[in-house]
């Protein structure tokens, strides 16, 4: 058998958050040569703690040797400099000959052409500066809409993308949709889930992750808290979990980094935003608590996005509350789908007295399709 073509991602940065995109090549990068590309983000930069401390990490990152195999299941990562812009004519011909300057030797070196994956519109400007068999689009999110994100800039270069990209892969059909206004179809694959790492959680307790140097992120107390996990930014809907403080009684645990959220979250009773845990501990950290929510507002971005965490809420066998959204709307059926703060907060007073329903624990039973191995097969036969 042939060997396949070798792999190019153009994506954020490899083990900063758990993406789909890392989920996918980790099933992929046994079997096949995978050149990781760290972008910058796709925020314009400002002047703030989070952009000084953001490009600090970046700056650091193009000091160290970018070449080399990883440990694991990871792949080459290489870390080109580039310039923290878009918008300007200048500015996006400046980052085209500088990512092109760092994988094209990568790329001539490679014994045939790759396949290239981009997760993100800004590399538009980058096809046909260097030999590949193929390009694909993998759509995450509508960047355009996205709460304090270069809206204008990410729409415009998305549609030069997508117009030059020989297909489009898409997670969810809202993304579909607004992919098929730019003229062109695609494949759909939503998010897979790893069913062993969250059904086989080790207590919280045990691995003693709950503590860390000069900070007791959750102190030692009977399980029961609700629980969010990931980004906490501007799509969190404040009035429901206001309506869900104002009825509860037990601590309300936003646990994730915070990007601009709104400061009425944290001016609400019993609602405590912490930092982040690694993808790791999350499955013990979900055995500690009563109830997994998704308090999202539904916005233009929210109705596009497909949330990671869902598979993986559900995966726990813990009683999962969320938003109505057209991503969470086909697992009612698993978990209680709320579009009222008072349902949503109704809802988890519920489950946090009753647990899940047994009904609901069946109707999980339809994760065991939704592995990312499954996934990641699906994303190779589309990359061939």
Known sequence: MAEPAPLIVFADDWGRHPSSCQHLVKHIVGHRRVVWVNTIGTRPPRLNWATVTRGLEKIKS?????????????????????????????????????????????????PQPPVVVTTLPLVADLIGTFPAVRWFYYCVDDFGVWPGLDGR????????????????????????????????????????????HFRNPVSALETGFLATPGETRFPKQKPGFILFWGVIDRRMDVSFLRRLAERSNV??????????????LFRLPRVEVRLAVSYEELPALAAEAGVLVMPYADLPVTRAMQPLKLKEYLATGKPVVVRKLPATEPWADCCDVCDSPDAFAEAVLLRLGEGVP???????????????????????DWLR
Do not use: C, Y
């Open 62 to 110: 193009w000091i160290k040797a970018s070449g080399g195999r990883q440990p694991a299941v990871s792949p080459e990562i290489l870390n080109p400099k580039m310039w923290p812009s878009f918008r300007s004519r200048f500015a996006r011909g400046l980052n085209r000959r500088l990512l092109s300057r760092a994988v094209r030797p990568v790329v001539e070196a490679m």
């Open 153 to 196: 800039t990410l729409r415009d270069m998305e549609a030069e993308l997508v117009a030059k990209v020989d297909s489009v892969i898409a997670v969810s059909e809202t993304l579909q949709a607004h992919i098929a206004k730019r003229g062109k179809p695609s494949h759909l694959l939503t998010h897979g889930v790893d069913l062993d």
């Open 251 to 264: 601590p309300i645990r936003l646990v994730g980094p915070q990007d601009n959220p709104d400061p009425e």
């Open 358 to 380: 047994a009904a609901q624990l069946a109707a999980r039973e339809r994760l065991k399709a939704e592995s990312w191995t499954a996934k990641a097969a699906m994303f190779e």
